[in-house]
């Protein structure tokens, strides 16, 4: 008896000295549901600051994928390269780009306010808008690198840090702005449309395509790339086994990318998975097969572009296609980009990782995709708006990055001198060798 | 004093070695090279793009014996490296004006 009054005291004293002196929140209908939101809050910033981490991972991804499909004597550059495109282009997309792209936009073409994230009120205020620039952020770093890999091994390195910034600062967050501004303070005229691209078949990936596209033809080929004749001659990647762990990285990379556009943590995103991983395997399996067919061998290259083709290709319709049409897409991406980097190749366009086909036809397709799968139904109004949005993402990315690279080439110079390139452009751009201990003939 | 350069198949290299073991030599060098003689290359398929592999991975091997032994050496190697098909390599002998152990200074037949 008296051990249980002890007990039955302590019991009541302890929570009165613990909330002693705090306010008495009372538990009603209202307060709970404010609780739950501020936990779904709560979790949406997790979700979307993990799926960031996912993307930002995808920068390895292509560092391994560019590195492994050129030679050893540009290994150094290409991951300079990488490097500032990530570096950069979180600069750039900071003091500039996030503003263009998110910022109060009255004429639907640009937005024009919260340069260098004056958007953020300081410590005290909604933090959101951090969150959403992280993850916008990484998204536009993507875009960024795409078009090192076209360009690698023959490029000037001050010219393409020039490149980079604009792609950043300017490119990419101009069509971002049409497409996706009202996801935050602004409101594009393409996205006005009805415009279809829930993670950035066009915004990300094809607006990387076609200005990879653009760089790839204002540099010209790699040397010895085209015979005499015209054939197309091979110039073998150094490391395949590099080249496939990159593709493995961009792979669980889109499962940041694709499912945390949700930006939100609810059970939406269990079909994004599905979509993504469904299409990036089809994509796979029918590039591989495709690859066997033309070539009478299964293709290890062309294999792994086909992984990375279905992931652009879903990546507009990942959230408004049935699993089912996942796999179309992404069987549909893996034969086009096969074709594609043939055709690509016998135009005499040099593109050294099938960037161009990847991302840019890709990312067409996907867009389109989007529509002609669109779970509620395609109608003619949604494909002529997707299209509307695929043409005036390639005006606009390969327009303006055509013109950006032909004014570098004339002022501070594109492309490195023949010599530079036989010596490989390691040693002439940075002064030292990838792989110090090896001798690598060429 | 002979040098014998051999140029073998990669992978016939450990059985070279044991064979010129039980002979008694006891050195040798041996280096990575690419080569062809009438095995001609064959294509391979990079991306689409078709190229030829003209010169083929071989290992050569380079020992100095003395001149009496050229004969059995060149008998042993063709035991243990000869596979009967094409691009089995070639045994080249050159003669050596003099040779030099670095550590303890020998010359020449005290020195191989």
Known sequence: MKKTAWALALLLIIPTIAFGGEEVIEITSTTNKEAIDLLQTNLNYVWTLIAACLVFFMQAGFAMVESGFTRAKSAVNIMMKNLMDFSMGSVA?????????????????????????????GPDSDPWVLAFWMFQCVFAATAATIVSGAMAERTKFTGYLVYSFMVCAFIYPVFGSWAWGSLLNGSGWLEGMGFIDFAGSTVVHSIGGWAALAGAIVLGPRLGKYGKKGEVRAIPGHNIPMAAIGVFI???????????????????????FVTTNLSAACGAIFAMFTSWLMFKKPDIGMSLNGALAGLVGITAGCANVSPTSATIIGAVSGILVVISVVVIDRMHIDDPVGAVSVHGVCGAWGTLAAGLFNMGGPTIKILTTQLIGIGAAFVWSFGVAFILFKIIDMTIGLRISKEDELMGVDVTEHGTHAYNDFQTIN | MKKIEAIIKPFKLDDLKEGLGELGITGMTISEVKGFGRQKGHTEIYRGAEYVVDFIPKIKVETVVKTEMVDMVIEKILSSVQTGSIGDGKIFVTPIDKVCRIRTGETDEDAI
């Open chain 1, 250 to 272: 961009l792979w669980l990379g889109w499962f940041g990318f694709n499912p945390g556009s949700t930006t939100t943590g609810d059970s939406s995103i269990a079909m994004i």
């Open chain 1, 93 to 121: 997309f900071w003091a500039v780009g996030f503003a263009i792209m998110f910022g109060t936009n009255k004429t639907g073409w640009f937005g024009t306010d919260g340069f260098f994230l004056s958007g953020w009120g």
